[in-house]
């Protein structure tokens, strides 16, 4: 008897920023975010793309790329042959729609089965690593505001946003502004060799628990040169596109940001994961600027990790989705059936 025949549905919607959101690239408000269901047998699945222009991807590459790919889901049962589907369309690219396919099919079979998606896939129960919420980058006097209303609503670990020539200043205007939070640093890829070099000492002094990419993507023999020197670990992010990078970084990292939307999906982010530990990496389990939807699907695999920054969704004013849990900053497992959230 032949299955049922199944429908994949995709809707964009610009979701917004409470405040202006800055990086060393860029600042933005306005990001474009498409919602894939899948439906067969009365049992929908669901994913999100958030495509990122500087993994090229856009809003328009996904939309256009949606109809291409989403024929590649003829059974939500057949993770490998959804794999197989999507790399014979397309085998490098478009990462933020792969991973919204592998979502849906993944909540499609814990829907079916009434379980949530990390117990279908025998994840760990062990309690979730304190997820750190960012201070983005803007003017010192702003950070400091950030920071205190961060601190205030209950968070006790802050990623700093740097890059610029004025990090002494803001590193340590930060430090004294909230003294007794956990410090994270993300140069996003900003700095030069020099330049991170300078800013090791600064990282000791202000009690820095890790630095996330401080050179170029491509730079790998300078991230091994400061890693060698460096007392706070470093973690690759941008130097991370596809899986098959992990084992490339293992020398010149301390540890992965792993992201679902620029990995393609959950189970090439627990494949990525697997490698680091063979390796000896460090884990940081990451997102995009993403709806609950997206951050739901994170936190599923955030039990594995050493580190979490799963704040993409607290930093939206108007996230379509409810039903993540934030405890004094602190993010619960997701423990209903599927991804657990559910649309507002």
Request: aromatic share 6%.
């Amino acid at each position: 008897m032949s299955a049922a025949p199944m429908n994949v549905n995709w809707e964009t919607l610009e979701l917004h920023t409470a405040q202006p959101f800055g990086i060393a690239r860029w600042t933005h408000s306005v990001y474009p975010r498409t919602f894939v269901t899948f439906t067969q047998d009365g049992i929908s699945g669901r994913g999100e793309a958030a495509p990122n222009a500087f993994y090229g991807e856009t809003r328009g590459t996904v939309e256009a790329v949606l109809p291409l790919l989403a024929d590649a889901l003829t059974d939500p049962r057949d993770w490998d042959g959804l794999h197989a589907g999507l790399a014979a369309r397309m085998p490098h690219d478009h990462p933020s729609v792969k991973c919204a396919l592998e979502m849906a099919a993944l909540e499609w079979c814990a829907v079916s089965a009434g379980l949530p998606v990390w117990r279908l896939l025998g994840l760990s129960p062990a309690p979730l690593p304190r997820s750190s919420f960012t201070v983005s980058l803007a003017e010192l006097p702003d950070m400091r505001r950030q920071a205190r209303e961060a601190v205030a609503a209950g968070h006790t670990v802050l990623k700093v946003k740097l890059g610029t020539a004025r990090d002494t200043a803001i590193l340590e205007a930060l430090r004294e502004e909230v003294p007794n939070v956990t410090l994270r640093v993300d140069a996003n890829a900003a700095w030069t060799r020099p330049q991170a070099k300078r800013m090791l000492g600064v990282l000791d002094a202000a009690r820095v628990e890790l630095v996330e990419q401080p050179l170029a993507a491509d730079d790998l023999e300078g991230h091994a040169e400061l890693r060698r020197v460096s007392r706070v670990p470093i973690v690759a992010d941008e130097s991370l596109h596809h899986v098959r990078d992990v084992i490339a970084l293992a020398d010149a990292f301390d540890g992965v940001n792993l992201k679902l939307a620029k990995l393609g999906g959950p189970l090439r982010a627990l494949t990525a994961l697997r490698l680091a530990r063979a390796h000896g990496m460090g884990v940081m389990i990451g997102c995009m600027i993403e709806s609950s939807l997206g951050i739901a699907a994170a936190a599923h695999l955030a039990g594995l990790c050493d580190w979490a920054d799963l704040d993409g969704a607290l930093l939206l004013a108007d996230d379509p989705y409810a039903g993540l849990e934030w405890t004094a900053g602190e993010l619960a497992r997701p423990d209903g059936v599927g991804w657990g959230v559910e649309w507002r």
